[in-house]
């Protein structure tokens, strides 16, 4: 379980998160939603070793995580999907996949997991000798995904997967998101399409301006009057 | 055409001397954005090291000790001098750098007292002197091209089949997804600094070998033309440094060979304006893969 308590960070003097908590349990679906700035994204590289924090705490299975370099997070199994992608543009998708592993020494595993991520992507599987960089938007969230995944995260974090996608492709990329979660990986995520990440979320937090607001089950936000008029856009 | 038969053999030989050091600078450009002024004083290093380890121990010996020194001085460099500025403006790494350079060329001349220490049939085989195509010219020059592509292929190699290889391909693209990996970014940074030294040190005890004397200013024009090349190949690229080099080897040594031998740096410089000018990106620029 991932545990996050009185989290502080700050850039440059801007607080960016003031004391926020959560948890997310074991083989749950958490989501974390709020508008632009809100602090989302600073919690997930917060919990990565990206940003450092001013106070808090971040614990993992009851490890504390702050402090510690980002190599040594990922080998405790936390993973992040970045915002925007941020496929290696000019390597190709298996390579991209195999840097995904770049901790893991275990070569005939690694074999088994690009498998694994080729029978949950079959597109990037057909694609698998072009370049990250000549490929889709859709497409390249897909191997943002498999690339993450390729480090056989317990906890998967995805930063906007539906970042600037067609409805259609993000459809498909929650079915995975959901599958991922049942094969038995944690997932943290983040959207602004809150719509769509209440739906899959088995707990959701709302951010605002550095500060948890509301928070409840995913039907119990999706049902929340203040959720429906901030996030889910209906004045009904 | 005959009487220029030596120069083009030269021209060759120079250029893969400047290869070998533009592949340093190619290199660190590629992943810290820095153009690290200080890779000439380190090559001047290496070929002090090289005169100073000859003259004391048997050959087997002094070549290792040179390379093994070169690469801690490149290492520490790093460590010391760039580390501590990564999350500075790119504006005060050059400063830094800077610094470094005549950090070195002050510490040279603090150790040999100003004095140019000559070099004295260092490595003998090599020093040989040898016929090929009616042209008499010693056995170094021969080698340095057969030896530098051979380098350049291993170089290769490495950074395209091998791990370390692909994390430094990562991190030359976008550091902070590299670090997502679980790619530990300075040993990433230091291992650039080790290759380019190393090669700047093997090019250095094939430089010096033609020349009478290292002085704590020998760095300066080698390094300048090495960077020359770096750039008219394309910064970062290391096919363009290394392409770059046996161009700009080759030319300045036809222009000597025509009878222009006070013009052959300047060509080397102007080439620089020209190139800057028309294609700032150089032969082999990074090339940009966008969405087809």
């Known amino acids: ?236 | 055409m005959r009487e220029l038969i030596p120069y083009l053999i030269n021209g060759v030989s120079v250029g893969g001397q400047y290869a070998l050091i533009a592949i340093g600078y190619t290199l660190v450009y590629g992943i810290l954005r820095l153009i690290n002024f200080a890779h000439g004083d380190v090559f001047m290093v290496a070929g002090l090291v090289m005169v100073y380890a000859t003259a004391s121990m048997p050959i087997y010996l002094a070549i290792p000790l040179a390379l093994i020194a070169t690469v801690i001085l490149g290492f520490t460099i790093e460590r010391v001098a760039y580390k501590p500025l990564r999350t500075a403006p790119r504006m005060s790494l050059m400063i830094s750098a800077i610094g470094v350079s005549y950090l070195i060329q002050n510490l040279a001349f603090y150790l040999t007292g100003g004095v140019p220490q000559p070099v004295n049939n260092p490595i003998p085989w090599i020093s040989d002197t040898v016929a090929i195509f009616g042209a008499s010219t010693k056995r170094v020059t021969i080698i340095t091209p057969f030896l530098t592509i051979a380098l350049v292929i291993v170089l290769v190699y490495l950074i395209n089949h091998t791990k370390i290889g692909m994390a430094m391909r990562a991190a030359a693209k976008d550091f902070e997804t590299a670090q997502l990996m679980g790619i530990k970014i300075n040993s990433v940074i230091s291992m650039t600094f080790v290759i380019g030294s190393f090669l700047a040190a093997v090019g250095s005890m094939l430089y010096f070998t033609n020349y009478p004397s290292v002085a704590i200013t020998s760095g300066g024009m080698p390094g300048l033309k090495a960077f020359v090349a770096a750039v008219f190949g394309g910064i970062g690229s290391i096919p363009g440094a290394v392409v770059g080099a046996f161009i700009i080897g080759l030319c300045e040594e036809i222009i000597k060979g025509l009878g222009y031998t006070t013009f052959s740096d300047a060509f080397t410089f102007a080439l620089l304006i020209v190139i800057l000018c028309v294609k700032p990106t150089g032969l082999f620029g990074e090339k940009v893969t966008d969405k087809v």
């Open chain 1, 1 to 236: 379980m991932l545990k996050i308590e009185n989290l502080h960070v700050a850039y440059g003097g801007i607080q960016a998160l003031r004391g926020i908590s959560l948890e997310v349990p074991d083989g749950k679906i958490v989501t974390l939603i709020g508008a632009n700035g809100a602090g989302k994204s600073t919690t997930l590289r917060t919990i990565t070793g990206l940003v450092k924090a001013v106070s808090g705490s971040i614990t993992w299975n009851g490890e504390e995580l702050l402090g510690k370099p980002i190599d040594k997070i990922v080998t405790t199994g936390i993973a992040l999907s970045p915002e925007g992608r941020r496929v290696f543009p000019d390597m190709t998708v298996l390579e991209n996949l195999k840097i995904g592993a770049y901790l893991r020494k275990d070569k005939a595993e690694i074999e088994k997991d690009i498998k694994w991520v080729y029978s949950l992507f079959p597109r990037l599987e057909e694609r698998s000798w072009q370049l990250a960089g000549t490929l889709s938007g859709g497409e390249q969230q897909m191997l943002a995904v498999g690339r993450a995944l390729m480090s056989r995260p317990k906890l998967m974090m995805l930063d906007e997967p539906s970042l600037g996608l067609a409805p259609l492709v993000v459809q498909d990329i929650f079915s995975i998101i959901r599958e991922i979660n049942r094969q038995g990986v944690t997932v943290l995520l983040i959207e602004q399409n809150a719509n769509m990440a209440l739906k899959i979320a088995d707990y959701a937090y709302v951010l605002e301006t550095g500060k948890i607001t509301i928070s409840g089950s995913g039907a119990e936000l999706l049902a929340d009057e203040r959720v429906r008029e901030a996030y889910l856009g209906k004045n009904d």
